[in-house]
């Protein structure tokens, strides 16, 4: 069975930083796709970033370039998205996810599973 177990979402003050993680079971870690999504109350569900299976390519939403830092660990089966000065605007609950295609993909329906989704609010 997989699952994601995403997790690190909190209150934090606008400028803070913050690091969510997240942990997969149940697959072959290294030959998968994963990407971090969020979605505001309201608002439908938007892309933030992905990384390739062997960290060669990432992909970010234009908003949080140069803010934001997506990075894995094959041998921890686990995705990381340090956030750093945290606006308002980014408060939402952030879902990582997993693909099993080879190109990295910004579309929210390739991507197979998903995890539960934790919440970050950005305080101003």
């Known amino acids: 069975q997989v699952q994601l177990r995403d997790s690190g979402g909190q209150l934090v003050q606008a400028g803070g930083s913050l690091r969510l993680s997240c942990t997969a079971s149940?697959?072959?870690?290294?030959?998968?796709?994963m990407g971090w999504f969020r979605q505001a109350p309201g608002k439908e569900r938007e892309f933030v970033a992905a990384?390739?299976?062997?960290?060669?390519?990432?992909v970010y939403l234009d908003s949080v370039k140069g803010r934001f830092t997506i990075s894995r660990d094959n041998a921890k089966n686990t995705v990381y998205l340090q956030m750093i000065s945290l606006k308002p605007e980014d408060t939402a609950v952030y879902f990582c996810?997993?693909?099993?295609?080879?190109?990295?993909?910004?579309?929210?329906?390739?991507?197979?599973?998903w995890g539960q989704g934790t919440q970050v609010t950005v305080s101003s």
């Open positions: 996810a997993a693909d099993s295609s080879y190109v990295v993909v910004r579309t929210e329906r390739v991507y197979d599973y």
């Open positions: 149940g697959l072959t870690f290294s030959n998968y796709v």
């Open positions: 990384i390739s299976p062997q960290s060669l390519t990432k």
